[in-house]
């Protein structure tokens, strides 16, 4: 494993690469990342632990993303048994993946643990057992620093997992050195990376935008559905932009299934 410093640039190529790799395999891509919400989706139906299952999947399910992504980007069908490539790796690998995903259900508790100091704990109920957000809400002072303090901390949260999944299945990193390794690689092409996320929120704005027009033009059904579609479409897209971060920040995999040192 080798550490790779790119150009701030690259950070908009790997928004790029992501875009016409998903247009190489739209449907597959799309069915794939509609699978992966419909399971943490149905985990969350049960009651209590439902949400924190849900949580312990995210890492696997993303690998297995970035593993459907390597493979449209060489021209290959991504079967939806790549999806859970992250689980039938060994038991080695199944155990590794498991703990990183208890690592990140107890930071993003956690994490929602701390909000509760600022607002007795509405912001995390709401999110974790759904609801609406009322006008009451959201003139709360304390419910928007909750917010502010989640979106605020879930930055560092994320970073430390963003390769952790890959190094973890790829590379046999253990997940505490996959955190960090993680981190050390995003802080240290942190140009990239801003790159980046600002070029996603650019493009997520611009194409909810769009199809927000299209849709009040044709109508409020359709157009609620328009927009949801368009939602499932630039996600997807995003996701198979994950694995050229990991690309050139260490290695790419040959085998998106195998788990070899790269």
């Known amino acids: 494993m080798k550490l790779n410093i790119v150009p701030a640039r690259t950070g908009l190529l790997w928004v790029k690469l992501g875009i ?7 449907i597959a891509l799309s069915g794939l990342f509609l699978m992966f919400m419909a399971v943490i989706s149905m985990c969350t139906v049960l009651p209590l632990v ?3 299952i849900a949580l312990m999947l995210i890492p696997g399910a ?5 593993a459907a992504s390597h493979e449209a980007s060489r021209g290959r069908f991504p079967m939806p048994t ?3 490539t992250a689980f039938r790796a060994g038991r080695e690998q199944l155990k590794a993946m498991l703990v990183l995903g208890a690592l990140y ?3 993003f508790v956690g994490l929602l643990g ?6 007795g704990g509405q912001f995390a109920k709401l999110y974790l057992l759904g609801g609406r957000v009322s006008a009451d809400l959201l003139n709360d002072d304390g419910f928007l620093g909750a917010m502010w303090l989640f979106t605020l901390g879930y930055l560092p949260l994320s970073l430390l997992f963003w390769h952790a999944p890959a190094l973890v299945h790829w590379d046999r990193l ?4 996959s955190l960090f390794f993680s981190l050390v690689a995003c802080w240290r092409n942190k140009g990239a990376f801003t790159v980046f996320g600002l070029a996603w929120m650019g493009v997520l704005t611009a194409g909810l935008l769009v199809a927000s027009l299209i849709g009040g033009l044709i109508g409020p059904v359709i157009g609620s559905g328009l927009v949801m579609g368009a939602m499932l479409v630039l996600l997807a897209m995003f996701f198979s932009s994950l694995v050229f971060t990991f690309r050139d920040c260490f290695a790419a995999p040959e085998n998106p299934e195998a788990s070899p040192s790269v």
């Open 20 to 26: 016409k790799t998903f247009f190489r395999q739209p």
């Open 82 to 84: 790549i999806l859970v």
């Open 114 to 119: 701390l909000t509760a100091a600022l607002d």
């Open 174 to 177: 253990s997940p505490g050195k």
């Open 50 to 52: 439902g949400s924190v």
């Open 62 to 66: 993303t690998l297995g993303m970035m």
């Open 105 to 107: 259900a107890g930071g």
